[in-house]
């Protein structure tokens, strides 16, 4: 039995598979076994971890007939991994030179199930020194020893003297093998393409009895700025898809329950806490990054996208935050009737009118552009809409819906809804509790959209969207 398992998911990194194996060939320590899982890469990769395979015994290639996603790839690593210890390794990243010889150190007779070890970073492309050197911080933190559901929390949950909280990654984590065989039995066989990390690291935390960190033993090299950085810019299309991969993360952590895990212990009740901190911390990542990557013209369409799929009051909880947070920031300031805050304002009313207010940090701002939009809102947008065919959000949106995300209520039923998930016993989802006013929720009218005539007044509407 080797010492170390290496589980290396791959799919289409040709420029970088030969040094990220041979980063691992190269260690001082070399008692190990290799497994790369191509995901049935179509670029150079199977041909490089052919050539590398045959040089030396140690790289075992495991090949998917069809892509599978990262999650699926390392748990059929996991699934075929030997060691006493499991290493997850990108295949775009490397480990650290001498990395594995110093954590044999912090391993040898060790009885914690995971053991948390410090990364490098190495800024690419357009990240500077400066933000990998950040980065670096927000990673090599914790210290000591945690057991028990103190491991969940030190992660999934903002508890009041949680003041570093550690991130969720998998490939700066020792997992011993009694831990990370009970892990692939519970984890699901679901395709998870985003944050999948999250719940793995979820799943693992879940089922631990003690981790513990030797943050200062640095291991892994991660290059960051290669592959998906997620600071360009995303269409609406690739947006909601982002936020549909989002959602089924949510929904594969929200699955687990304490009867799957007997040997977790974790109590129902945390379990199902730090679920909820996930969802909003999930939805929280959406709803930014639709914020730092759409264009302003795009927001409106993705917002409704994420309502369907999320849920209205997840969606308008995330709007009221942005425009509580953008608030803040213009404390003071002077802002006019074409600022962020009113755009997110309009998204808001738009999904649901009435039935959730504002926030009062957007009430507070109003005042301050009402000079300028007591200039005839109306006659600042003359010219912008073509008569009859551009719906209008509100008199001070120069925004338009797309109406094909319009669907009629029989589609509506059909799509994915993760209304509920936030309150803090989730399997009240069920039907035990709060049937009633998730029931009301979802009745609520999402948006009437209508066009306007010469005379500015509403002429004709749209079929309402109804969540």
């Known amino acids: ?55 030396d015994p140690r790289v075992h290639v495991i090949t998917q007939q069809a892509n599978s996603g990262r999650h699926l790839a390392r748990l059929i690593g996991l699934e075929n991994a030997r060691g006493r210890w499991m290493l997850f390794l990108d295949g775009d990243d490397q480990l650290h030179e001498g990395g594995l010889s110093a954590l044999r150190t912090q391993l040898e007779g060790e009885d914690a199930d995971l053991v948390r070890f410090g990364m490098s970073v190495v800024p690419k492309g357009s990240v500077s020194h400066a933000q990998a050197r950040q980065m670096e911080a927000s990673y090599n933190t914790g210290e000591g020893e945690l057991s028990g559901s103190a491991i969940t929390q030190a992660t999934y949950d903002d508890m009041p003297g949680n003041q570093s909280r550690v991130l969720w990654s998998v490939v700066n984590l020792a997992v011993s093998s009694r831990l990370a065989m009970a892990a692939a039995r519970l984890m699901t066989r679901r395709r998870l393409d985003r944050l999948e990390d999250a719940y793995e690291n979820f799943v693992l935390s879940a089922l631990a009895r003690k981790e513990r960190f030797a943050t200062g033993t640095i291991v892994y090299d991660y290059y960051w700025g ?52 996930f969802v909003g911390e999930a939805a929280r990542h959406v709803s930014t990054e639709m914020i730092l990557r759409l264009n302003p013209a795009d927001r409106p369409q993705a917002f409704l996208s994420f309502a369907r799929i999320w849920g209205t009051s997840i969606a308008i909880g995330q709007l009221n935050r942005l425009i509580a947070d953008r608030a803040h920031r213009c404390a003071g300031q002077k802002i006019g009737p074409d600022d962020e805050i009113f755009r997110l304002a309009d998204i808001a009313r738009t999904l649901c009118l009435d039935w959730y207010p504002l926030p009062k940090e957007f009430e507070a701002v109003r005042p301050r552009a009402m000079g300028a939009l007591a200039k005839d809102s109306r006659a600042a947008h003359a010219g912008t809409a073509t008569e009859g065919e551009a719906p209008l959000l509100s008199s001070s949106s120069r925004v338009s819906m ?18 509920g998930l936030l309150s803090p016993f989730p399997i009240a989802a069920t039907g035990e509790a709060g049937e009633g006013t998730d029931a009301a929720h979802r009745r609520t009218r999402i948006g009437i959209f209508c066009f306007f005539n010469k005379q500015g007044h509403a ?5 309402p969207l109804l969540d």
């Open 459 to 463: 002429d004709r509407y749209l079929e």
């Open 402 to 419: 797309d109406p094909s995300l319009l669907l009629p209520p029989d589609a509506v039923q059909e799509t994915r809804n993760l209304d």
């Open 226 to 277: 290669r592959g998906v950085t997620g600071s360009s810019r995303l269409s609406p299309q690739e947006q909601e898809r982002h936020c549909r991969q989002i959602a089924a993360v949510a929904e594969a952590m929200c699955a687990l329950r304490p009867a799957d895990a007997p040997e977790s212990s974790v109590s129902a009740m945390e379990l199902v806490r730090t679920q909820g901190w």
């Open 1 to 55: 039995m080797p010492f170390y398992s290496i589980v290396i998911p791959a799919y289409n990194v040709g420029p970088y598979i030969s040094e990220c194996v041979t980063s691992v060939l190269d260690q001082d320590d070399r008692d190990f076994e290799i497994l790369v899982v191509d995901d049935a890469s179509t670029d150079e990769t199977p041909r490089l971890l052919a050539q590398l395979a045959a040089k």
